[in-house]
């Protein structure tokens, strides 16, 4: 099939799948859905994918990882830190380990460095699908936010671990203090490289819109590119370019608190990503489900390698080490939540053990996903010296089984789990939101103030009243906001005061994103309220301005 062909039988399917799981109720998770049409479509059609790993790595990975990194609330993962850290580099360094030295225990034939390999690849886990899990119950904020900021940087932990692990089986030797250095490298030339790549494009385009003015169509496309920029730099350097990605993700996110770009730049370019995640996330479904088949036509031949000519082994291998996995998550999660208990004895409310319903659903909720095939995938087809590489269907084979079988499980735990779940209360924020509005509301009127002393320059007694009478009108609008909180439209008597009143709305509400932007930037308040508020003044401004142009 054409690239095109297959681009379109994508967009169907992931239409399509996405109106079954609907109609299902979301008693199937929306992943398995699209896994099991895309198994369907591999079965009954020549779609015959192949799927590239490094080229699935550059077209899906920039994009979503930066999306990641620009919608990930900063101040959670600022609060969450050492936890999502631990998860995302401890926990992946003992999977490797403790997982590698595992398979080659019950499956001697395959090389040891290959098992670290396997180990490696299945390390990574997909937030993606375990929010998909839970779709219609509610997942606990910090748990989220745990889940979402691991999900960052231990796709680059694994990866790493990956490359390691591959370079030994193809040179027969291991070199630790050398792998260390990669490791640290990778992390931190990834996350500088990113940085400074996106902060640099930030400032190329703001030194270009002060000249030649904004467009909005040029911005939607350069932050699209932006993310692909910052991975290839990141490969080209030896760093890593997931790291590279999500950091670019951050300083957008920076970037946008900031308030530089229009209104209708930043309500159009949300509307284009929010697009282009859900499109990609299905196609990536749909396209591990394709895979299948012809992984399982592999079936006798990872047997073979396996040792065990029976197929039931294979089975065997995947059911163990999925709970190995998430035996180890789940002692890693529990020494950490201990651990924290008893440094932080005031908050722990007298709590020694951790709870141990939320600790499973933390080790459930660690699927694996397409950045887990992918891996597999990747591995070399021989060796320098023309031998095929030792145990390459049997990894495949074995790390989709895991796959499966961790979506299968979290789709009939999670829901149940968390709804017998006690949650703790979560900390609010309405005071920090009520003082930011305040503060936004304040600065509209005193830009407000300013434009009725403009106003009392101008010519002829009827219009200088009209003026000022839009601007008392637009000024008693706020006033009442800060006694109530609570947006309330005013009205206007004539059609050239309604006019006025429009343009003096939008005089306000880039006076209240300067308050926010200053607040957010002055670390009063945290980025994720800033974008809350932000959408708001920009729809609003939106409205009016496309009202006064009419």
């Known amino acids: 099939m054409s690239v095109i062909g297959i681009i379109l039988v994508l967009l169907v399917g992931v239409v399509a799948t996405h109106w079954i799981a609907k109609a299902l109720g979301g008693r199937i998770a929306l992943p398995l859905v699209q896994i099991a049409a895309g198994a369907i479509i591999g079965l009954t059609t020549d779609f015959g994918v192949r799927l590239e790993p490094e080229l699935f790595f550059v077209l899906f990975l920039p994009p979503l990882l930066f999306l990641d990194g620009w919608r990930v609330p900063k101040q959670d993962l600022k609060d969450n830190a050492v936890t999502i850290l631990s998860l995302a580099f401890g926990l992946v360094i003992l999977t490797v380990v403790g997982v590698g030295f595992l398979l080659h225990a019950i499956i001697p034939a395959m090389p040891l460095p290959v098992c670290f390999a ?124 997931v790291l590279a990605a999500v950091a670019a993700g951050l300083v957008m996110s920076w970037v946008e608190v900031g308030g530089e770009a229009l209104a209708l730049t930043r309500i159009r370019r949300n509307a284009v990503w929010e697009t282009l995640q859900f499109t990609l996330n299905g196609s990536i479904f749909l396209l591990l489900g394709e895979q299948l088949p012809d992984i399982l036509s592999r079936v006798s031949a990872g047997a073979a390698e396996s040792g065990r000519a029976d197929l039931a082994w294979l089975l065997v291998y995947m059911l163990v080490v999925t709970a190995v996995l998430a035996v180890l998550r789940f002692a890693w999660v529990w020494v950490s939540v201990v651990i924290w208990l008893h440094r932080h004895p005031d908050l722990a409310n007298g709590q020694r053990l951790p709870n141990w319903r939320l600790v499973t659903v933390m080790s459930t909720a660690g699927v694996r996903g397409a950045i887990t095939l992918a891996g597999a995938l990747s591995l070399p087809l021989a060796l320098p010296d023309g031998a095929p590489f030792p ?112 343009l003096l709305h939008v005089v306000a509400l880039k006076a209240e994103r300067a308050a926010i932007a200053h607040m957010a930037r002055g670390h009063r308040i945290s980025t994720d309220l800033a974008h809350k508020l932000l959408r708001e003044v920009d729809l609003a401004e939106a409205a009016f301005q496309t009202a006064s142009e009419g």
């Open 118 to 241: 396997l180990a490696a690849v299945l390390s990574p886990t997909d937030v993606v699908a375990a929010t998909a899990m839970a779709a219609n119950v509610t997942i606990p904020r910090r748990l989220l936010r745990i889940l979402e900021g691991e999900a960052l940087f231990n796709d680059a932990a694994g990866l790493v671990c990956l490359r390691v692990a591959v370079t030994a089986t193809m040179t027969g030797s291991f070199a630790f203090w050398s792998s260390a250095g990669e490791l640290a490298w990778a992390a931190t030339g990834g996350i500088a490289l990113g940085l400074v790549f996106a902060r640099l494009v930030s400032l190329i385009k703001l030194w270009v819109v002060a000249r030649l003015g904004e467009d909005t169509s040029t911005q939607i496309v350069i932050s699209l590119l932006t993310p692909y920029g910052a991975y290839l730099l990141a490969d080209m350097a030896g760093a890593s370019p």
């Open 391 to 502: 145990s390459r269907d049997l990894v495949i084979l074995i790390a989709a089984g895991v796959i499966l079988v961790s979506l299968v499980v979290a789709n009939a735990s999670l829901p149940g789990l968390l709804r017998t779940t006690e949650v703790p209360p979560e900390p609010h924020h309405d005071q920090q939101e009520r003082m930011a509005r305040i503060e936004a509301a304040k600065a509209a009127i005193a830009a407000l103030a300013k434009a009725g002393q403009k106003g009392e320059g101008k010519q002829g007694d009827a219009k200088q009243g009209d003026h000022l009478a839009a601007v008392a009108a637009v000024a008693d609008y706020y006033q009442h906001r800060l006694s109530q909180l609570q947006p309330e439209p005013s009205t206007a008597t004539g059609e050239e005061r309604l006019h006025d009143e429009e």
